[in-house]
């Protein structure tokens, strides 16, 4: 019978045993593999990331010099105004110039799985036998700013894999919700007809992040207000010279128009963040935001901070039964860290 085990599978206290070096070649074959193309072995690598498994570690190793290449979109905006329709006309505008593109589409998670509702991969159904893109859902399991907090690694994943073009759709999100802008390299926020007047386009939040502003259904009543308002957000903006000014693009994703214009902006912006070295400035700041998010969990896993520890639950009955005080319960907790006292 042929072996079946795989380097996917939770390992059995009798295959823990086995030495460092054959870990090291099946981290290093599972690393090929998906580098070679094989569907199911990126997906298997991005479900080690969703699940934190610790054969992580040394993935990220293999894959780190291998990542820095691919261009990463995000598409962000209130739920209904088309992201994922325009995700998919993006992925047919790339793959018509040959480019592989992935796709990490954020759903919202189920409160019966904790999995990915997979609302935008049924919209995507269009691609899915083309062995040029991967398609990939993720739940937010609770956390906010429209992505997963696993996004990152996930994108890294997908960037080592030698994708050209790495798509990131964020669940439908409200004003506050920003966080795709510190993990892509251009972002395109989606609006549609009935979004609201100019005093609602200028309010801070989603609306400033946008490097290609899109009015979707633009064959809608108010799409002509939508866009007017938008333009008067743009121009409230103060802008030094040579800094880029979002454009505007008007499309209706379902028939393909505008799309053509939607790439050509894209494009532009991917230049522009090559002459004026925004593009490594804003790779940076995602790096150091990555390091700081996997740092800070390992220090509340270590600590017990994370809910459901002992440590921290026992802290917070005392709290609760008003024996001691939130700040002296977190030096108590912070103690722990070698030199570390707590706050002053």
Do not use: C
Not at 191 to 202: F, H, Y
Not at 234 to 262: C, F, H, N, Y
């Amino acid at each position: 019978m042929a072996d079946l085990r795989s380097p996917w599978r939770e390992s059995s206290t009798a295959e823990a045993e086995g030495s460092t070096a054959e870990a090291e070649d099946s981290t290093a074959e599972a690393v090929e593999r998906a580098r070679g193309g094989d569907p199911r072995a990126l997906a298997r690598l991005i479900s080690l990331v969703e699940n934190g498994s610790p054969k992580l570690r040394p993935v990220m190793k293999a894959l780190a010099r291998f990542t820095g290449q691919a261009r990463v979109t995000g598409l962000t905006g209130a739920p209904g105004v088309g992201k994922s329709t325009i995700t998919g006309a993006l992925v047919a505008a790339y793959r018509e110039r040959g480019l592989r593109v992935g796709v990490l589409a954020i759903d919202p998670t189920s409160p019966f799985s904790g999995g990915a509702l997979l609302g935008d991969r049924v919209r995507m159904q269009d691609h899915a036998t083309d062995e040029g893109v991967f398609i990939r859902s993720m739940a937010t399991r609770g956390h906010l700013g429209g992505l997963s907090s696993t996004a990152p690694q996930a994108l890294r994943v997908l960037d080592a894999a030698g994708f050209d073009i790495i798509l990131v759709e964020t669940v439908g999100v409200g004003q506050a919700e920003v966080e795709i802008a510190s993990l892509a390299d251009s972002t395109l926020v989606v609006v549609a007809p009935g979004m609201g007047d100019a005093i609602q386009a200028a309010k801070a939040g989603v609306l400033e992040i946008g490097d290609v502003f899109v009015v979707n259904k633009s064959d809608k009543p108010g799409a002509h207000e939508a866009v007017k308002d938008l333009r008067t957000m743009i121009a409230m903006a103060q802008r030094g010279e040579g800094e880029w000014k979002p454009p505007i693009v008007s499309t209706t994703a379902a028939s393909g128009e505008g799309l053509a214009d939607l790439v050509g902006k894209l494009d532009a912006h991917w230049s522009w963040l090559d002459s004026s070295g925004e593009r490594g400035r804003r790779r940076q700041a995602r790096a150091r935001e990555e390091i700081s998010a996997i740092a800070l969990t390992t220090l509340r896993r270590r600590l017990g901070g994370l809910p459901g520890d002992s440590p921290l639950d026992a802290l917070a009955a005392r709290v609760a039964a008003g024996e001691i005080d939130p700040y002296a319960a977190a030096d108590e907790l912070t103690a722990a860290v070698p030199g570390r006292a707590g706050p002053d």
